[in-house]
């Protein structure tokens, strides 16, 4: 098994773009995966991680209500947004800049065969690094993500999430808010959960100038400890 991860940070990329990228990096590691059982090859695949904001985008998952959106064609252009239908689970998310989105394309078979699990696990992740910054992240039952209040009045969310997996390998991920302008979420009814807040980290700390660069590292530190991955950088960066 292979439980190195390799790191890639492509900044500030539009949606469609990476999202091209990510069914690439995800069609070469499933490919690799028949040929390998084809010829009785051991299990060698690559695991990838993504990181990168996005410009003002919303994303429809597979299963979600387009009446969630709350504003027409002609409104998103006026915000300078773009919209997207997609193949990832849940409902409407909102993607723009001050967030971090975090894409794990890895092979489950080298770590473990369990979709709950790895959810799970990413929604520990995000809750790990908030603990760092004195808040307390919470799972709120049957939906997926991370939350703040759980169960009272105030309850609002901080991160969302959404994967596919194929073959057991994974793509989409989680969307961390942290420097996120938190009026784009009014324009929608997020993940499709009525009458919930979002919210972000700076909203929380009352920083509007947090370190991205520190929370992703934060983020990794936590993500290599759950999954006992090793962490590299891609070579393209290392040269860059």
């Not at 006026?78 to 989105?101: C, E, L, M, S, W």
């Not at 799970?120 to 004195?134: D, H, K, Q």
Request: charge should be neutral; charged fraction near 25%; proline fraction near 3%.
């Amino acid at each position: 098994m292979n439980k190195k991860i390799i790191i890639q940070d492509l900044g500030l990329k539009d949606y469609k773009e990476t999202w091209d990228y990510q069914e690439q990096l995800f069609q070469e590691i499933v490919d690799l995966k028949i040929k390998n059982r084809r010829q009785g090859l051991d299990n060698r695949t690559p695991n990838h991680f993504l990181f990168v904001e996005h410009p003002h985008v919303y994303t429809l998952g597979k299963s979600g209500d387009m009446n969630n959106l709350l504003i027409d064609e002609q409104q998103l252009k006026a915000k300078g947004a773009q919209f997207y239908k997609i193949n990832r689970g849940g409902d409407i998310t909102y993607h723009g800049p001050g967030q971090i989105v975090g894409y794990p394309i890895l092979d489950l078979d080298n770590f473990f065969t369990d979709i709950h699990k790895y959810l799970r696990f990413l929604e520990e992740m995000v809750i790990l690094t908030l603990a760092e910054y004195g808040l307390k992240g919470e799972r709120s039952p049957g939906e997926t993500g991370v939350w703040l209040d759980v169960g009272t009045p105030f309850a609002r969310k901080i991160c969302a999430m959404g994967v596919r997996a194929s073959r057991w390998v994974t793509m989409h991920g989680f969307a961390l808010n942290v420097n996120t302008h938190l009026g784009y979420f009014d324009l929608m009814i997020p993940c499709g959960i009525k009458g919930k807040a979002v919210t972000s980290l700076s909203a929380e700390l009352g920083n509007s100038d947090i370190s991205m660069g520190e929370v992703k590292q934060k983020l990794l530190k936590h993500f290599a400890e759950l999954f006992g991955a090793q962490i590299s950088k891609a070579k393209s960066e290392i040269e860059g």
